[in-house]
T-cell receptor, first 112, second 114 residues
């Protein structure tokens, strides 16, 4: 089954705050990562949470709750350039692979 | 410092043709990966190499082979291309396979199989 679930699309206006959720199912948890991908571009790393709580990097923050198997990416003071797809990823030990499994991505559209 | 480079950037193949996608990184990373991304979809792992001299299957390995030529280079081969392999292929590298190791991606190869 699907290891990661995230909404397919989110729309928000410039200057607003948006939260992109990710729930995961894995038997061995090693942390939750987030990647950003602009249309036609390559994914780039945003953040990684190994422990519960909020990690802040500028306008972006990432939160993890291991007891709820849940995390989110919070984007503040949205800018047009934040329009992109955002992927959460985990290392899913149920696959037997020493590699990340990515979610299907959330497409964020920022409107003026 | 070029990071991760991929060649070619674009390729059109006919069904049954073969080709090799090349990937190189100059960051002295141990681990390298090949992903495919279909329109509107996430990244699916084809093969990965945790360290020089090792390769392992990912989620969707059928129809592909890989070679970790040296620490820098990791190639992906399609022996007999099929239309279902039309996709964007990304190579990535990281220090290791740990969950917290940032993966650096190349610009991608856009492959169309007719």
């Amino acid at each position: 089954g699907q290891s990661l679930e995230q909404p397919s699309e989110v729309t928000a206006v410039e200057g607003a705050i948006v939260q992109i959720n990710c729930t995961y199912q894995t038997s061995g948890f090693y942390g939750l990562s987030w990647y950003q991908q602009h249309d036609g571009g390559a994914p780039t790393f945003l953040s990684y949470n190994a422990l519960d709580g909020l990690e802040e990097t500028g306008r972006f923050s990432s939160f993890l709750s291991r007891s709820d198997s849940y995390g989110y990416l919070l984007l503040q003071e949205l800018q047009m350039k934040d329009s992109a797809s955002y992927f959460c990823a985990v290392r899913d030990s149920t696959t037997g692979r020493r590699a990340l499994t990515f979610g299907s991505g959330t497409r964020l559209q920022v409107q003026p | 410092n070029a990071g991760v480079t991929q060649t070619p950037k674009f390729q059109v193949l006919k069904t049954g043709q073969s080709m090799t996608l090349q990937c190189a990184q100059d960051m002295n990373h141990n681990s390298m990966y090949w992903y495919r991304q279909d329109p509107g979809m996430g990244l699916r792992l084809i093969y990965y190499s945790a360290s020089e001299g090792t390769t392992d299957k990912g989620e969707v390995p059928n129809g592909y082979n890989v070679s970790r030529l040296n620490k820098r280079e990791f190639s992906l081969r399609l022996e007999s291309a099929a239309p279902s392999q039309t996709s964007v292929y990304f190579c990535a590298s990281s220090t290791g396979t740990g969950a917290g190791n940032e993966q650096f991606f190349g610009p991608g190869t856009r492959l169309t199989v007719l």
